[in-house]
């Protein structure tokens, strides 16, 4: 059990406080210095984590933009992020992000 931001390690993965999520991690916004936490993966979604759907999977999310347009791949501040690099280990798949 996660005891509050302060006393949690950043950048590290804990299980979900949101109703519905998987995972949750907290990370430091560097504009605003702020802990934000980010939860992210569906909960009661089964993945099919066979090397082919999770080529498929990396390859669609690489295209994933936020409202500014800028890719939410290489964005820790962003559940995308988070989801490749715990959920689907896209680093294993020899995917750099």
Known sequence: MVK???ESKLN???PSTRRGKK??????????GRTIT???GQKGYK???SKKSREKYLARSAGIKDKKGKLTKDNPL???YWARKVLWH?????VRK
């Open 4 to 6: 509050r931001k302060k």
């Open 12 to 14: 590290t993965p804990y």
């Open 23 to 32: 995972m949750m991690v907290f990370v430091k916004n560097p504009k605003t």
């Open 38 to 40: 980010i939860h992210f």
């Open 47 to 49: 993945h099919n984590y």
């Open 78 to 80: 962003s559940a995308n």
């Open 90 to 94: 896209a680093r294993s798949m020899g």
